[in-house]
């Protein structure tokens, strides 16, 4: 689009600083560059300024509206697509951006109508099959889902994207057999990354006599929820090596299959082959029917007297954690989490005592709010995984979001529920209240997209009836 040599109504800048753009093509051009440097402030002040006095600019709206997206402003990046898509109907770019900000503001049938006008205009393009597949995978509809990515295969067989959405629908569906074997896709997108192993991948060989070094590669969840499979390794006759990150080595220490501990960050032991914790169910088969039980974890001593000091002042109450937060790294992680204050009309019930069991960065501004003094603090000064499974054991109940808190209570076998955004992690499909990988967990799933507040409402009730059956007392 032509830039306008319209005057810019800027204010003079103080001394010694850059210049106020002059005109509005100037204006614009400040926008699109600070936004590509990343200085979100400064384009967003630039685009606010430009469009007051050329608001039927497309493009502009389309780049505020990606910018929104990036800062978690969902609902007003939505709005800004829209606005640019009704100024330039046949932008399939915009098009595919309005499909991006609705998903991610829980518009999902909107946001299907889009991905399928997109795919339509674009038969060919993978990613526009990629995108739809993930927009049918979040409302539930895995063979759809999976169908999309392998049309889009047939004309794309090395896209990456495609093949873990076609991963993924089948793992969603239950399809573990094939999920897994195709879920070795998510090494080609750049999410994550296998780093230098100088020794050869293992790809299911007898192991007797030889050294298998097993590695993390995702969240703490994953190697707690994968760590099931590691006796069915050992019982392939060779010496397993456990890499860990240092806040699970004391957890994991003596392991059931497991023969020596290594420290991600430590030395590196010698081994004759190298795998991945996600890599276990492809080789040593995973059925959901028959799936191997967590192995027994056992919290260290000083870790369970720690647990038992802090929560006895709350005898005869009914402890329940509860944690609202998973990494904030994780980029889906808007998705999944909430703020502490949705657990305030649990705090009113008589009888119960709250626990927080989040650490991390947002610990400080829930010690600074109201929240904090209903909801004990027992997991800000934790040391690692051990203080935490020690602290779940002394609990009566643990209420979480899906996060790693959520596949250690699990593992531990301690009563969980585990609270889900409408399209959660590919564990625990779309619908039921249980899942065969954590018998003690029962699902509270979002009946809609986006909607918090019926899950929490239900959690409340379903606290309040616990809590008058044990009898709990304030």
């Known amino acids: 689009m032509a830039q306008s040599t319209g005057q810019a109504q800027e204010a003079a800048p103080p001394p010694g600083a850059a210049p106020a753009p002059r005109t509005l093509g100037e204006l614009r051009a400040l926008g699109i560059d600070r936004q590509r440097a990343g200085d979100l402030d400064a384009a967003f002040a630039a685009y606010r300024a430009y469009l007051r006095q050329r608001p039927r600019d497309s493009g502009i709206w389309t780049n505020l509206g990606a910018l929104l997206r990036r800062r978690g402003e969902h609902q007003a990046a939505a709005a800004c697509q829209r606005r640019a898509q009704a100024l330039a109907p046949g932008d399939a770019a915009i098009l595919n951006n309005l499909g991006n900000a609705l998903q991610d503001a829980d518009l999902l049938e909107e946001a299907l109508e889009i991905r399928r006008e997109v795919l339509a205009r674009r038969p060919g393009d993978a990613d526009a099959h990629a995108m739809l597949a993930v927009t049918l995978r979040a409302l539930g509809r895995f063979e759809e889902a999976r169908d999309t990515a392998e049309a889009g295969l047939a004309l794309h067989p090395a896209d990456g994207e495609l093949r873990v959405q076609r991963a993924m629908a089948l793992l969603a569906a239950g399809d573990y057999a094939r999920g897994f074997d195709a879920f ?22 007898p192991l007797e006599g030889r050294r298998i070094l097993v590695l993390p590669e995702q969240g703490f969840g994953d190697t707690l929820l994968m760590s099931r499979f590691l006796p069915a390794l050992k019982a392939r006759g060779g010496t397993v090596i456990l890499a860990v990150k240092p806040p699970l080595r004391r957890l994991l220490q003596g392991v059931e299959g497991v023969d020596e501990l290594a420290e991600i960050g430590g030395p590196r032991p010698p081994a004759d082959f190298v795998t991945y914790m996600m890599a276990l169910p492809r080789f040593l088969g995973c059925d959901a029917a028959a799936l191997p039980p967590s192995p027994r974890l056992r919290p260290p001593g000083d870790s369970r007297s720690r647990a038992r000091k802090l929560l006895q002042p709350f005898e005869g109450m009914l402890k329940v954690g509860v944690c609202w937060s998973g990494s904030v790294t994780y980029k889906a992680n808007f998705k999944r989490s909430f703020g502490p204050e949705r657990f305030l009309p649990l705090a009113r019930i008589p009888g119960v005592q709250l626990v ?3 650490k991390g960065p947002l610990l400080e501004g829930f010690r600074r709010s109201a929240a904090s003094a209903l909801i004990l603090d027992a997991a800000g000064d934790e040391r690692d995984f051990a203080d935490t499974a020690a602290t779940l054991r002394e609990l009566d109940l643990v209420i979480t979001m899906d996060t790693a808190v ?11 529920w585990n609270l889900l955004a409408y399209s959660p992690f590919w564990l625990y499909g779309h619908a039921g209240e249980t899942t065969p990988w954590h018998p003690s967990m029962r699902l509270i799933r979002q009946p809609r997209p986006g909607d918090w507040d ?21």
Request: aromatic share 6%; proline share 7%; hydrophobic share 45%.
């Open 184 to 205: 070795e896709a998510r090494w080609e997108i750049g999410e994550i990354a296998k780093g230098e192993n100088p020794e050869p991948e293992w790809a299911g060989e």
């Open 356 to 358: 927080s069991l989040y």
């Open 406 to 416: 959520a596949h250690l209570a699990g593992a531990l076998g301690r009563p969980v």
């Open 454 to 474: 019926a899950v929490l409402e239900e959690a409340a009730a379903r606290l309040a009836d616990l809590a008058a059956a044990r009898g709990a007392r304030p």
